[in-house]
Structures are given as structure tokens and as C-alpha cells.
């Protein structure tokens, strides 16, 4: 795969970008692959902008529209027509925030006009689209900044308006009007926010950002307590991490320090100082800084928070942190792994030979057996 490109992880299935600007491919990592198979017609596919669910593909072409593709069926994907579906902007990056976003059977993008944020619903195959009630004094898609997807609340929201507020939909009743919450701040535009249940969490736009925890069931932000906060977020059933950007103490290199705390919060904790991976510098990073993160979001592994940003690390739960061996035993300190992403049932990354070849990445995973 590219490394630069975009990847992410459906049920039993990991999906990656392969060229600069077009190019999809995906792998099902239960048959053992060794090489990825391309998406139908992949060229003219976005490979930096897409959403994954279950075993379905959102793909973004370079014409504003939106094709449908499921891996177990033989056909090719179904590209939404332009009259039900047109998206505000395209994705240039792998990591831009707030244009897409899938879940269970559901994807919400940001739409050009009219009804301005929409949703994908495939419960049924077919594509079927519900366009949501606008934001008060939303007319175009750039007045929402991001969406989000909650599957098993059948919640979707958006940060929208200004000044900006989370506006939270019933999916079970998509014409009704949205909740409304108030931010103290705007929404950071370089962090997708991310929603599990009742909890989501984003980066606020101060110049030194803050975690944003909104109990979405309440209506309420979670007051925390010096959670100044940098790079990526994540949150699962049970726990909420970011990477914190306090102090000094909080970057070793590119590489920022973890922090985790149980839901509702607001209190968490920081990984542990002086814990080199190599074990004698910080040449090779530090166990428990990293760059990318999440969550197992559910499963018998729900909770579990993995690390990536030059090696592979992972915690059942909390801050102190494994790192596991390289499996083909190439790198002499650990798995090397970018850009981690995970479903109930797999753990997908960026990989390579050793650490110091992250422009020469493939595809690694790890299979999560359910009972």
C-alpha cells in the first residue's frame, strides 16, 4: 500500500489506499492474503478518502459522488446518483477530519447543498439515502466543519453553525430536528472526532487544544482537568484516550504521550516516563508515545487501546503498554506499525521490514478471535 494513503478496518476486512491520488484496495485477513485485491474500477477511486463498515465500502470518486461496494457480492460498486448525493469537498489527505464517516450499516457525509448532511443506509443492500434536517443557519456543507456515526445508538452528529455547537440526530427518526449542544470552543478541523455509544470525544481549536468529552446522553462536556491534547483521539464502550500535549514531559521526537481514562471520566492517567523500547535510549521511542490510536470498539477485546507511529504497542485497557516482537524478526525492537485502525474482530496498521523503511509500507493485521 501507499504511505500515505488511507486505511481502515471493517468486520474481517482492512482496506488501503495504493496510489498518490487514486487507487483502492482491500484484504480479508481470516484467508491469509499475501497480496490485496483491487476494488472494482478502483482507478477511479479516491485513495485518500473513504469510509469503512462491517463489509461494506464508501468510496469517493473525483467527481464528488459516492459508490457503494460490498466485498461478498459479485457485483460492481453502485455509485449514488449525483441528483441524491454530491459531497461539499473531496478528502486531499488520508487524515482530514469530517467528511465521511461509517458505521454498522450507515455512512454521514457532508453534502454541497439542500439537505446538507446526509446518510448512506444499506441495512437494506440497496443504498437508500436520508437527508437530515439542517443545522440552524446551515445552507451549504461548509458551514458543517465535521460528522460522526454511531451505529448502535443510531446516532449522528455534527459540529455545525456559528458559533459552533454539536447537533445530535435521531436516526431512528431522521426528519426530526437535532439536539443541540453547546462547545466552548470550536471543533479542531485536524482530528476526526470519534463517537462510541454515548461518549464522543474531539480536539477543541485553542491554540493549545484541549480533549472535548461530551456525554451525549446528558447534553453535557465533560469538565477534565488540564487535558491539553494533541494528534488523535479515541474512544471506546468503556474508555476514552488522547494523546496529551501538556508539558515537556509529554513528546519524546514526533512520538506524543498516551493518556487513558475510564468512561464517564473525567479523571485518566499518562503512560509511564524512561520506559525506552530499545531499552537503554530513546532512539527507538518510548513505550506509550506514539502518534495514531484507537480503540477496540467491541467484541470480546472491547477496550482494548493499540498505538502506532514506528512500532506496534497495545494495552487491554489503561496505560501500561506491551510491545510486541517483530513477527518476521527483521526489526531487532519491535513490529513496525503507522496508522493503526481496529474492528470488533481486527487490528489493521502499516507495516514494514524495519522502522526506518516507512515510505516502503504494507499491510499488517491482527485477527481478534471472538468467542
Same mark, same amino acid.
Given at each position: ?7 481502515? +478496518? ?5 482496506v488501503?489506499?495504493t /496510489?498518490?491520488?487514486?487507487g483502492?484496495?482491500y484484504?480479508?485477513?481470516s ?12 482507478a477511479? @477511486?479516491r485513495?485518500?478518502s ?18 457503494v461496494?460490498?466485498v461478498?457480492?459479485?457485483?460492481a460498486?453502485?455509485?449514488?446518483? %449525483? ?6 469537498n ?5 487524515k482530514?477530519?469530517?467528511h ?6 450507515? +455512512?454521514v ?17 440497496a ?7 439542517n ?7 461548509? &458551514?458543517?466543519?465535521? #460528522?460522526a ?12 453553525g ?6 445530535v ?16 470552543n ?27 468529552l461530551?456525554d451525549?446522553e446528558a /447534553?453535557?462536556?465533560? %469538565?477534565l ?17 488522547f ?11 514526533g ?5 487513558? /481514562?475510564?468512561l464517564p471520566?473525567?479523571?485518566f492517567?499518562k ?7 530499545? &531499552? ?9 508515545f506514539a502518534?495514531?490510536m484507537?480503540? #477496540? ?18 494495552s487491554?485497557? &489503561?496505560?501500561? @503498554? ?10 531487532p525492537?519491535? +513490529? ?10 481486527? #487490528? ?9 523503511d516507512?515510505t516502503?509500507?504494507?499491510?499488517g ?7
Amino acid at each position: 500500500m501507499r504511505s500515505d494513503a488511507k486505511l481502515l +478496518c471493517g468486520d474481517d476486512l482492512i482496506v488501503f489506499g495504493t /496510489g498518490m491520488l487514486n487507487g483502492v484496495s482491500y484484504i480479508v485477513p481470516s484467508e491469509t492474503p499475501t497480496v490485496g485485491t483491487p476494488v472494482p474500477n478502483d482507478a477511479v @477511486f479516491r485513495s485518500k478518502s473513504f469510509a469503512v463498515a462491517k463489509r461494506t465500502i464508501f468510496l469517493v470518486d473525483g467527481m464528488f459522488q459516492v459508490s457503494v461496494f460490498n466485498v461478498d457480492e459479485d457485483v460492481a460498486p453502485a455509485t449514488i446518483p %449525483e441528483a441524491d448525493l454530491r459531497l461539499a469537498n473531496i478528502p486531499a489527505g488520508a487524515k482530514d477530519a469530517g467528511h465521511l464517516q461509517a458505521d454498522g450499516d450507515y +455512512c454521514v457525509v457532508r453534502c454541497d447543498g439542500g439537505n446538507v448532511i446526509r446518510v448512506i443506509d444499506v441495512s437494506g443492500g440497496a443504498p437508500v439515502i436520508l437527508p437530515l434536517t439542517n443545522p440552524p443557519d446551515v445552507t451549504t456543507g461548509f &458551514g458543517v466543519q465535521q #460528522v460522526a456515526i454511531d451505529a448502535a445508538s443510531m446516532r449522528v452528529i455534527a459540529a455545525a453553525g456559528n458559533p459552533r455547537a454539536l447537533y445530535v440526530y435521531d436516526l431512528n427518526n431522521p426528519a426530526d430536528a437535532p439536539a443541540a449542544i453547546a462547545l466552548p470552543n470550536d471543533i479542531s478541523n485536524n482530528v476526526q472526532m470519534k463517537v462510541n455509544g454515548n461518549f464522543l470525544v474531539a480536539l477543541d481549536d485553542q491554540a493549545y487544544k484541549q480533549l472535548l468529552l461530551v456525554d451525549l446522553e446528558a /447534553g453535557e462536556i465533560v %469538565e477534565l482537568a488540564e487535558a491539553n491534547a494533541i494528534a488523535d483521539v479515541a474512544v471506546g464502550p468503556d474508555a476514552f484516550a488522547f494523546f496529551a500535549d501538556l508539558d515537556a514531559d509529554d513528546s519524546v521526537g514526533g512520538d506524543r504521550r498516551a493518556a487513558a /481514562g475510564a468512561l464517564p471520566g473525567p479523571d485518566f492517567a499518562k503512560a509511564a516516563l524512561g520506559n525506552q523500547i530499545d &531499552g537503554s535510549t530513546n532512539n527507538n521511542g518510548l513505550v506509550g508515545f506514539a502518534g495514531s490510536m484507537c480503540i #477496540v470498539p467491541a467484541g470480546d477485546y472491547a477496550g482494548y487501546l493499540f498505538l502506532a507511529n514506528s512500532y506496534l504497542q497495545y494495552s487491554p485497557g &489503561g496505560v501500561a @503498554f506491551t510491545v510486541p516482537a517483530d513477527p518476521d524478526g527483521d526489526d531487532p525492537w519491535a +513490529c513496525p506499525a503507522w496508522d493503526v485502525d481496529a474492528s470488533r474482530n481486527t #487490528v489493521g496498521f502499516k507495516t514494514a521490514t524495519t522502522r526506518s523503511d516507512n515510505t516502503e509500507t504494507t499491510v499488517g493485521y491482527i485477527i481478534l478471535e471472538n468467542d
